[in-house]
């Protein structure tokens, strides 16, 4: 089924707020020097990361989408033998690549290999599993900059909106999906919302998932009353397993098309910490003192396997 009639079948005032919701928001250059962060750990994973960044542009030959595009560090070929953690990107309704490229961009500059696509209807992770296949044969590709360049045991995936749904089927329904081993997801569309547009194809299982787990959503209007209401976050959240680290929280006082820039920070720092060993970023999630618990910016937290 369509978004636009995914629209249609949510009558009244809801579905005013996720048609405006999925019109598609466009991130700006320099959309980090707009985001306001209130502690040190947030702020500095908000601003751009020390690599230079390049990118390239592939055909999908898919009928559904039609390019994949990868954003990763400038001097990857001069790191020897190194391998880069990397993350695949999933997209919101209206949204794909080009409207949020800015992110893409600033999370490879902290070290990642970024791929995205430009797939109008993510939902079912279908796209974003393409992706991750598609950057893997990149790496076993002798005549590939990406050659023996992809860390395959430190793969995150993210999404916001519909791709929220995408992100978790990706990391629970196919074949590869056992290569994802940590998962972000902003304003994912709650499976409320998706059983009553009868989005079957988006239908998700949180409880299926096996890797390390932050979501988030904001407490404006079309997040909190219809899209990812906080009831929804805390239902996923529970159904984690208890043994691994999950994280949930709403930034105050953004609203769905927000959290596209401003969780960008705390998305990055989750990565950084869950593939890439860094324990600055780490201190964002883990202990008592974890930061996200001190930080007035974002309320309603959970948090388990943090200890």
Do not use: C
């Not at 972000?184 to 409880?207: C, G, N, Q």
């Not at 959503?217 to 009831?231: C, K, N, Q, R, V």
């Amino acid at each position: 089924m369509s978004i636009a009639l995914a629209v249609a079948l949510v009558a009244g005032t809801g579905g005013i707020l996720l048609e405006r919701a999925i019109n598609g928001p466009v991130v700006a250059d320099d959309y980090y020097d707009g985001v306001d962060t209130a502690r040190p750990i947030e702020a500095e994973y908000t601003q751009l990361g020390p690599y230079s960044i390049d990118e390239a542009t592939f055909e999908s030959h898919d009928s559904h989408f039609e390019k994949f595009k990868i954003w990763f560090p400038a001097d990857m070929s001069q790191e020897g033998a190194r391998k880069f953690p990397a993350v695949v990107v999933a997209n919101g309704s209206g949204t794909p690549f080009f409207r949020f490229e800015p992110i893409l961009r600033h999370l490879a500059s902290w070290g990642f290999i970024v791929i995205g696509n430009d797939d109008p209807d993510s939902g079912d992770g279908r796209s974003t599993s393409m992706s991750l296949d598609f950057l893997l044969s990149l790496d076993r590709d002798t005549s590939s900059v990406f050659f023996a360049k992809v860390d395959a045991t430190n793969i995150g995936a993210a999404g916001h909106s519909q791709g929220g749904p995408a992100v978790i089927n990706a990391a629970t329904r196919y074949d590869n999906s056992d290569d994802i081993s940590s998962v972000f997801v902003a304003s994912t569309t709650s499976r409320a919302l998706i059983e009553k547009a009868e989005l079957t194809s988006w239908a998700y299982d949180p409880s299926s998932l096996g890797v390390p787990y932050f979501a988030v959503a904001g407490t404006g209007e079309a997040d909190a009353e219809l899209i990812a209401p906080l009831h929804s976050l805390v239902e996923n959240f529970e159904l984690i397993s208890d043994g691994l680290p999950a994280v949930i929280a709403r930034r105050d006082g953004a609203d769905h098309g927000d959290m596209l820039s401003w969780a960008d920070g705390y998305m990055t720092a989750w990565f950084r910490y869950t593939l890439a060993d860094d324990g600055r970023a780490k201190d964002a999630f883990v202990g008592q003192s974890a930061e996200i618990e001190r930080n007035p910016n974002w309320i309603d937290i959970h948090r388990k396997g943090l200890e």
